[in-house]
């Protein structure tokens, strides 16, 4: 039986309220706002809720509490782990690729995973681009996916707007790259920003008075290549002086891998500008919130205690997997490295972790 340590111990955290007044004066009736301690989509503000309730605990003082996990264990018998689970829900940068070079092994390790019948599923923070040109980077490196089995953010920001009922004669800013817009024209919304506002620069007059369009009912932040100073303003306007305006970050990742050689600057710094700017936390639709794991488990039909969610970031992945109720795996293959891991200041523990996911091939034959 695979097991790993069970020991807990409880902690408690101060509920930080902010005055949202305003905001919540403004928000559709088919909005609705409540604060909590420990939340998924929101950060340290007010969570936009659709047909859920909070599952946050709160003390007699009022204070909300969330329970720690036990240290981490190295992987030593991957068939155990694959045998305790239907489905393994892959990250893929730092897991399955790192920028345009695929990590070794990758393709034998999937393919045993089939052969096994378990499912696959792949999801993504990067919103760069669309399930379908996410398909084509899989095809170009050697993988046969399916497009069903991709799940990037870009797609999680337009099911977002779905399940809500988002207005269609409302309009969506998109502060971020082509994989937002696809998806959202495949959702039938109406957009503007993006790629196109890259070139764009305000002119500092004395009077000078930027207009926005009055229309624009949300505005979704990904990592952004032609990020600039006219989409900041532009934002900006439209979630602080239209009535209603939703903040939507696909993610809120320091960094990323745009090459394998380094580290670059993630679709966090973007979204960091504009909350800066909004005095406003946006509602986060990629990793870690539950949203994606929620829509994965409807779509597919999975019993979340049936997945393993495997990632190479401990605030994204693994946290995901956590807030979503998934065994957790994590890779050394990215960004997180084992002093980094086993580091006091760390409080995000996986049940597991290993160097790659090429390890799966190897540690069957190593257990004893």
Known sequence: ?????????????????????????????????CD?????????????????????????????T????????????????????????????????????????????????????KRLVFVTNNSTKSRKQYGKKFETLGLNVG???????SFAAAAYLK?????????????G??????????AGYQYLGGPEDGGKKIELKPGFLMEHDEDVGAVVVGFDRYFNYYKIQYGTLCIRENPGCLFIATNRDAVTHLTDAQEWAGG?????ALSGSTQREPLVVGKPSTFMMDYLANEFGISKSQICMVGDRLD???????????????????????????????????DFYTNKISDFLTLNAAAV
């Open 66 to 117: 969330f329970t720690t996990r036990a240290l981490a264990q190295p992987l030593k018998n991957a068939d155990e782990l694959i045998d305790s689970v239907e489905t393994f829900i892959f990250d893929c940068d730092g897991v399955i690729w790192k920028g345009d070079k695929l990590i070794g092994g990758v393709p034998e390790t999937l393919d045993l995973l089939r052969s096994k019948g």
């Open 163 to 175: 399940s809500i009922d988002f207005p269609k004669d409302k309009k969506v800013y998109v502060i």
């Open 177 to 186: 790259e082509e994989g937002i817009l696809k998806e959202l024209e495949l």
């Open 1 to 33: 039986m695979l097991r790993s340590s069970t020991l807990t111990h409880s902690v408690t955290v101060t509920c930080v309220r902010q005055s949202h007044r305003q905001w919540h004066q403004s928000i559709p009736a088919n909005y609705r706002v």
């Open 316 to 350: 994204t992945d693994i946290l995901f997997g956590q807030n979503g109720g998934c065994k957790t795996l994590l890779v050394l293959s990215g960004v997180t490295t084992l002093p980094m891991l086993q580091s006091p200041n760390n409080a995000i523990q996986p």
């Open 147 to 153: 497009e069903e089995e991709i799940f990037a953010s």
């Open 268 to 272: 966090g710094s973007m979204v960091g």
């Open 36 to 64: 909590a301690a420990r939340n998924t989509l929101l950060s340290n503000s007010a969570i936009f809720k659709w047909k859920t309730k909070s599952n946050t605990k709160r003390n007699s003082s009022g204070m909300g």
